[in-house]
């Protein structure tokens, strides 16, 4: 992504943080991630995020997603014998719909990117709406997506790995490449 599009993305994603009475400072706003997985489609596959802290222990994020914006199916792996993330989300703003292993949902409320459809495979629905709450254990696969206002969640978890994020679909880059 250009840093053009970048800093419009981070404009856009204070007033959903602005909706939801999450407050940032000045450098944590500045800091706010803008990840594309590297699929150059941002408005469909996407998701801005703020992480207040990440030690060995624990980890406490804010994520938010523009209206259907996804963020790709994945799962939070094992590293070097330590079980992966477990993570609760709880919705601050809007509405999202989480998708994990199980039993599929019939007439689900969101639906993947048809172009990458096949790279989805957790079809058990879980709708999560301001105050919602939902705690995904490690190895689960899951990927979720905005409602159609977009919604603000945050992510209270053990130590997040980013890097070691496996996922479905195999253009899925996790961490972002920026360019002039």
Request: hydrophobic residues 35%; contains cysteine.
């Amino acid at each position: 992504m250009k840093r053009s599009e970048i800093e419009a993305y981070r404009q856009a994603a204070l007033t959903y943080l602005d909706r939801a009475g999450i407050v940032l400072r000045p450098e944590e706003k500045a800091g706010l991630e803008v990840a594309d997985f590297g699929l150059g489609e941002f408005g469909t596959t996407g998701l801005m995020l703020h992480t207040y802290v990440n030690t060995e222990r624990v980890c406490a994020k804010e994520l938010v997603l523009l209206p259907r914006q996804t963020c790709p199916q994945h799962l939070h792996p094992s590293v070097g014998g330590e079980a992966g993330k477990e993570e609760t989300f709880r919705c601050r703003w809007g509405t999202v719909y989480l998708y994990v292993e199980g039993e599929p949902t019939l007439n689900p409320q969101a639906q993947p990117p048809a172009h990458r459809r096949e790279t989805y495979t957790a079809l058990h629905e879980v709708i999560l709406h301001s105050g919602g709450q939902y705690t995904l254990l490690p190895d689960t696969w899951h990927w979720f997506q905005g409602g159609d206002e977009g919604a603000v969640v945050s992510e209270f978890s053990t130590r997040s790995r980013d890097e070691a994020d496996e996922f479905t679909d195999a253009g899925v880059r996790r961490l972002p490449v920026v360019e002039a």
